[in-house]
């Protein structure tokens, strides 16, 4: 097992670690299927962060736990490190877990209460068959020492540690079979505003020390510019605009990526009263009947003719800036 301080970066962060093509996963409910996902396609080179961000119920939490497949996927490909992990058998998968990890967005739920930290940290350990005996105390020290936590807490229970603290033990966990590649699923979400600047930069330093790759999901748009290079937008079960973090902050382009960025307080009192804030006015299409075209033109105060008619596709308007409206 190759330990957690002794990894490095790798050496090309060009490469493509993960690539979805295609993306689809429906649920059967009583009312019809329910399209969370509906042709999604994204990258992720080696050694980045892709933020997703969108409204809740748009779809980014199901795209993380669809291409870790702790749900089976409805339609497409995804190919990590080049293998695609949708055509590899269950009994196979074992490999991918321990190089593919998930943060949850609830520190506690996601935390078995009867489990003492240590223990907790140390099942991925005992699943992959990674450490024994001395070898994986001394193991779970070290992951404690890396997310700012002492060794004495690995005897303590989750309920006697605040929120913070449960997510680093969290990643703690995720950490602990040496991973290339982590989806963050809102892991600040539920954490106080004090804390989830100490999170991030964590997060930050970890990637920085160890090369890791990062799906970062979240609503908060300020916060994903902050950790993401390169940002993506879902709306209703699909991807409307995807840039640079610069890029989009600076030139977005669809009319719900204005409106999100539009809802960012800026510190400055004199800019702040200088802005506009764009409100969306009318309803979420249903995800189970989303209308024909365009699904945002519901919402959309620049909707034309051709958006209630033709569906937008993502094209490229430069700068490796994708966005689907007909209006770009």
């Given amino acids: 097992m190759m330990?957690?301080?002794?990894?490095?970066?790798?050496?090309?962060?060009?490469?493509?670690?993960?690539?979805?093509?295609?993306?689809k996963k429906y649920f059967d409910t009583e009312n019809g299927i329910l399209k969370a996902v509906d042709d999604v396609s994204f990258h992720i080179e080696r050694g980045e962060t892709l933020g997703l961000v969108g409204e809740s119920g748009c779809g980014k939490?199901?795209?993380?736990?669809?291409?870790?497949?702790?749900?089976?996927?409805?339609?497409?490909?995804?190919?990590?490190?080049?293998?695609?992990?949708?055509?590899?058998?269950?009994?196979?998968?074992?490999?991918?877990?321990?190089?593919?990890?998930?943060?949850?967005?609830?520190?506690y739920a996601s935390l078995n209460p009867r489990m003492t930290v240590g223990d907790i940290i140390g099942e991925p350990l005992d699943i992959h068959k990674l450490a024994?005996?001395?070898?994986?105390?001394?193991?779970?020290?070290?992951?404690l020492d890396l997310v700012g936590l002492n060794r004495e807490h690995a005897?303590?229970?989750?309920?006697?540690?605040?929120g913070g603290q449960r997510q680093r033990i969290g990643v703690a966990r995720a950490l602990a079979v040496s991973p290339s590649f982590i989806i963050c699923d809102e892991p600040i979400s539920a954490l106080d505003v004090s804390i989830q600047a100490q999170v991030v930069n964590m997060l930050e330093?970890?990637?920085?020390?160890?090369?890791?790759?990062?799906?970062?999901?979240?609503?908060?748009?300020?916060?994903?510019?902050?950790?993401?290079?390169?940002?993506?937008?879902?709306?209703?079960?699909?991807?409307?605009?995807?840039?640079?973090?610069?890029?989009?902050?600076?030139?977005?382009?669809?009319?719900?990526?204005?409106?999100?960025?539009?809802a960012i307080p800026i510190p400055d009192p004199a800019v702040e009263r200088q802005r506009t804030r764009i409100i969306l006015e009318g309803d979420v299409p249903s995800p189970i009947n989303p209308p024909p075209g365009c699904r945002f033109k519901t919402r959309c105060s620049e909707v034309m003719d051709i958006c209630h008619a033709q569906e937008p596709l993502l094209k490229d308007v430069g700068g490796k800036h994708q966005v689907a409206c007909h209006r770009a």
């Fill in 132 to 143: 024994r005996g001395q070898e994986r105390t001394d193991r779970i020290f070290e992951l």
């Fill in 205 to 262: 330093d970890l990637q920085n020390r160890f090369g890791l790759t990062y799906l970062f999901i979240a609503h908060d748009l300020s916060m994903v510019k902050h950790i993401s290079n390169r940002v993506a937008v879902m709306y209703l079960g699909k991807i409307v605009e995807t840039a640079f973090s610069n890029e989009l902050y600076d030139h977005p382009m669809h009319p719900y990526t204005k409106a999100l960025l539009s």
């Fill in 61 to 107: 939490t199901t795209v993380g736990r669809t291409i870790t497949r702790l749900y089976e996927p409805t339609g497409g490909a995804m190919f990590f490190d080049g293998v695609d992990i949708f055509k590899t058998h269950e009994s196979d998968l074992k490999p991918f877990r321990s190089k593919a990890q998930m943060i949850f967005q609830d520190p």
């Fill in 3 to 23: 330990s957690a301080v002794n990894a490095v970066k790798p050496e090309s962060a060009t490469d493509t670690l993960v690539k979805v093509s295609n993306l």
């Fill in 155 to 162: 005897n303590r229970y989750p309920h006697e540690f605040s």
